[in-house]
T-cell receptor
Framework: DAKTTQPNSMESNEEEPVHLPCNHSTISGTDYIHWYRQLPSQGPEYVIHGLTSNVNNRMASLAIAEDRKSSTLILHRATLRDAAVYYC??????????????FGQGTILTVHP | NAGVMQNPRHLVRRRGQEARLRCSPV?????VYWYRQLPEEGLKFMVY????????ESGMPKERFSAEFPKEGPSILRIQQVVRGDSAAYFC?????????????FGDGTRLSIL
């Protein structure tokens, strides 16, 4: 599995944009980059994923560097409900462990009213 | 659309008893995954099943733990002769397909407490 590096914690104010970075310099060419988040006392929640191009959905945007060694999850307007631990997870293709998600320590996002 | 349903939400067992955790995947999903989150630790993969088959059990403890996903009915994670160290939150996820571009959808977990 590709190793990831994320900040331990970040803070934001409500209604402001948040950019959550992730370094995954050992990613291989066919690994998709997935983002999940876990709110307190809940299961993880899928946020977004991408391969090479930037991606948008109703929850967030994902900006992937041209060399794919890093990516940034963008929450356009943070709300209190976005306070969670955010995980960046490269997912490999093939091999025997393609099914599992390998969670790192993630980034704890605090949103201030 | 119902998401992944896990039950019970909370389970209390005494040391030496058996714990059975159930997971009903999203309707139409045939891939199920179990993860464990020990207190103050991160989420760890346990096992990946696809209808009646275990695909990857590399994260399962070698003893006392087993998982199944029968043709009919929910997936079951079974822990025999529980010990205090089994106290954790157990999460189930499901996906529609097996590719690395397939999102996994999680339930809200079963919190297992061992007395």
């Amino acid at each position: 599995d590709a190793k990831t590096t994320q900040p331990n914690s970040m803070e934001s104010n409500e209604e402001e944009p948040v950019h959550l970075p992730c370094n995954h310099s050992t990613i291989s060419g066919t690994d998709y980059i997935h983002w999940y988040r876990q709110l307190p006392s809940q299961g993880p929640e899928y946020v977004i994923h991408g391969l090479t191009s930037n991606v948008n959905n109703r929850m967030a945007s994902l900006a992937i560097a041209e060399d794919r060694k890093s990516s940034t999850l963008i929450l356009h307007r943070a709300t209190l409900r976005d306070a969670a631990v955010y995980y960046c997870i490269p997912r490999q293709t093939g091999g025997t462990s393609y099914g599992k998600l390998t969670f790192g320590q993630g980034t704890i996002l605090t949103v201030h009213p | 659309n119902a998401g992944v349903m896990q039950n019970p939400r909370h389970l209390v067992r005494r040391r030496g008893q058996e714990a059975r955790l159930r997971c009903s995947p999203v309707k139409g999903h045939s891939h199920v995954y179990w993860y464990r989150q020990l207190p103050e630790e991160g989420l760890k993969f346990m096992v990946y099943l696809q209808k009646e088959n275990i695909i990857d059990e590399s994260g399962m403890p070698k003893e006392r733990f087993s998982a199944e996903f029968p043709k009919e009915g929910p997936s079951i994670l079974r822990i025999q002769q529980v010990v205090r160290g089994d106290s954790a939150a157990y999460f189930c996820a499901s996906s529609l397909g097996q590719g690395n571009n397939q999102p996994q959808h999680f339930g809200d977990g079963t919190r297992l407490s061992i007395l």
